[in-house]
Structures are given as structure tokens and as C-alpha cells.
């Protein structure tokens, strides 16, 4: 049977069903050199995304800083290797991301200034002293070089009571030296898998911590703290937390480092290594001999009225309040959190915390810069039990 439609198109004239034929041809042709158009436009692109990286990874092998971070070669053989195999998207995508970047990363050279900048950092945390002067004689000595890149050519243990600002002392030190800082809590670490990563044999492999900070980050010598070494857990005989170190700490070793999920050997070498402890004896011997053990006191109250209107200070900007606040602290609140008992610089960055939000409350919105009152600090009044919950850290 013969549609209406279909007949009615039979009995149209020649001339018209040529026309609709000849319409129908050039709309096909222009829609293929529209897709033409795209594709070249796209090979374009692609060629100078292409060029910018070859630029960028000239630049990079012409620094004194240049650092061959991985090799291309090795990166393509394990994507060539995982392409044809099941569930393995996820690797190819970060395979895809490092055969996309220059394998040459730039160490962070060690600043000119550095004595300026560790007088800076003594001022704000004068009981690490120690570290500091330990610190400055080994950049002294890496300042002979012609490019001196930042490291301490150690790993450095620092002992001490919980709250003495280890933490923060290392995050202010990597922001000041122009370096990456991350850190690591080992009391909750039960294996590797965060740092190492974990192989996609297992069904949910995924890479590591380490893996991303030097590849995706592009930081080949950042500052890393072990934080709690000596609470680092111990339940996961087969992949230990603790084990997945001793290669890491040492340089020769961490040259080859590789990730177990994405199987390509990184130089992780150039790390600034620092772990924290409270007590050294918690620790394997080798685990021990692999650090420069510094020991760092609690500050007292003399440190404390030191250490705390820069600590005020940083608590601003780190909560965005600095031209909310007035950027310095009574002289009267400082001795009072100085001289409190059992008082810490954890304990001290909690009481201003909340003594921020207390005044907030207190105040409400103005104009004028705020100020923070001793009703503000908890046990010190009625705001207390009022404002105390709900700063947002």
C-alpha cells in the first residue's frame, strides 16, 4: 500500500523534487563544513595547548631548579599497559593528566632572605629556638651552592607536649619559605593506602596522597609534617603505615617512589620531612634513626605573650575577619591567656576563636572595627554559657 504522502510526492514535478533533492545536498554539504570547521578549529587548539606545554617544559629544563620528576617513556608504557584492561578508567585519567604536563617539575629555591624570614619566625614561636637555629645552619651551609633549592638535607623529629604549636609553627614555616605544606595525622593511619595508594587489584584502588601533592600540585620539595608519628596505628598487618616509610625517608630509595595504584616511579627525594611526637620512645629504632631528634619545650608565659597577638593575627585571616577586627589584641587579654592554667597554643587558638565569635554576637554588625573584651574569652562571664557553642572553624 502506497501512502498519500508518498504518492503525492511521486506526482510532484521533476523540477521540484530536484530542488528539494539539490536543498537536501547542499544542507549536508554545509553541515560537513561546519563539522570540518570545528576540527580544524579544535587541531588548532589542540597544536597550541601542545606548543605552550613544549614552551613551558623548555623553560623548565633551562632552570637550575629543573627536576626530572618522572619519565614520559615509563608513563606511556603503563597507560599502553592498562588501556586494554577492564575497570581501569580511572588510572587512564590520571595517566592521561601526566603524559599531558611537562615530567620536569621546579624545586622551590631557597629564598635569599632566609635569615630575615627565621628571625620572623622566632619572633611569633621563640620556644623552637632549636629548630630554628638547626634550620639556619643548614641553610647557611645550602646557601654556599650556586642554586641552592629549599631543604635541610635532614629529617627532622620534633619532641615535645601536645599544643605547643608544632602544627602551625610548620604551616607558617612553608607559607614564609614559598613551599606547599601538608600534613599527615598518623594517630588515625591504620596503613598506607592515603599516602602509597592503594592498587586497583583490590576493586577500589585509588592513588595516593604523596602521588598527587608531587605530580598535581607541582611541588617536588614541599614541607610534609608526620603528625603524632608515635600514635601512627598498627592494625593493618599486611600494608603498615609506618612501613610504607622507610623508603620515603630515604632519599636514595624515594628517588623510586611509586605509587601502588598508579605504578609509575616518581622522584619523591627532595620531600622536607618533619614529624611530631611526644614520646620518642614509642617509635622503632629505625623509624628513629632516620630523624634529627629536636626536642621542643611548652612555651612559658613570657613565650605566650609573644607567640600570642601574631596568633591573634592569623586567626583573623585565616577566618576572613581581618577588616572586621582590629588587628590588635589588648595587652590585658594578652597576659590573661598567657598566664592562664593548662593552657596551650591549641588551647589558646580555641579561646580566641570563640572569643571572636563572642563579640560578634555581642556587638552585631558596625562599621568600626571590633574589639574582643575579656567577657568574650570563656570563664571570664556571661558569654560563656550564652555564645561559646557554634564558631565555625
Partial sequence: MVSKAGTDNHNRPLSDRLANREEYESMAEDRERRLQIRKIMQGQREAEEQARRDEEHQRLMASPYALQLYDRDAVDRRFNEVKTQRDTQQIQDILKTMQSRSCVSELVPQPEGFETILDGILAGYPHFTPVIEFMRSRMRLNALKRNPALGFTANVLLVGPAGCGKSSFLDSLGRLLGTKFASIACAAATNGFDLCGLSGGWGNGKSGGLHNLLVNENCPNPIILLDEIDKAGVSDEKFPFIGCLYGLLEPQNAKRFKDEFVGVEVDASRIIWFASANDVRLLDAPIRD?????????????????????????????????????????????????????????????????????????????????EIAATDLPDSGPAKSTYRIGFVH
Fill in 290 to 370: 632516620r630523624f634529627e631528634i629536636i626536642e621542643v619545650p611548652a612555651p612559658d608565659a613570657n613565650d605566650l605573650r609573644q607567640i600570642i597577638p601574631q596568633l591573634y593575627r592569623q586567626r583573623l585571616v585565616d577566618h576572613g575577619l581581618q577588616e572586621v577586627f582590629d588587628p590588635e589584641i589588648d595587652l590585658r587579654l594578652v597576659d590573661h591567656l598567657a598566664t592562664a592554667e593548662a593552657t596551650s597554643i591549641r588551647r589558646i587558638k580555641s579561646l580566641v576563636d570563640t572569643a571572636l565569635a563572642n563579640a560578634a554576637a555581642r556587638i552585631g554588625r558596625t562599621e568600626a572595627l571590633m
